[in-house]
Nanobody, 119 residues
Framework: QVQLQESGPGLVKPSQTLSLTCTVS??????????WSWIRQPPGKGLEWMGA???????YYSPSLKSHTSISRDNAKNTVYLQMNSLKPEDTAVYFC???????????WGQGTQVTVSS
């Protein structure tokens, strides 16, 4: 059973950079055909897919976030990272790490981490 654990600063000031970590256990982030996504949910709103990194290191981004979002990984640490620049208060949300293997129904979620953007 794959387990994902998000971690991050909790509170970030506007215009600063957010860095989140998704630590993976119970499986390797290089396992074939797995895609590791960051998904967020602002208060009172639905889930928003932000981007993903594939088992082969390929990256994919939401067009609306691509200009100030970066997803990377450290294979040795079995960890996936999210970095967002130029944060705004509307980036306040619960940020989730997700692992999915398309067409198999395999879908794992972390518990999420709250990020508040406020001065």
């Amino acid at each position: 059973q794959v387990q994902l654990q998000e971690s991050g600063p909790g509170l970030v000031k506007p215009s600063q950079t957010l860095s989140l970590t998704c630590t993976v256990s119970g499986g390797s982030i290089t396992t074939a055909y797995f895609y590791w996504s960051w998904i967020r949910q602002p208060p009172g709103k639905g889930l928003e897919w932000m981007g993903a990194i594939g088992y082969d290191g390929s990256t994919y981004y939401s067009p609306s976030l691509k200009s100030h979002t970066s997803i990377s990984r450290d294979n040795a640490k079995n960890t996936v990272y999210l970095q967002m620049n130029s944060l705004k208060p509307e980036d306040t949300a619960v940020y989730f790490c997700n692992a999915r293997r398309p067409f198999t129904g395999t879908d794992y979620w972390g518990q999420g981490t709250q990020v508040t953007v406020s001065s």
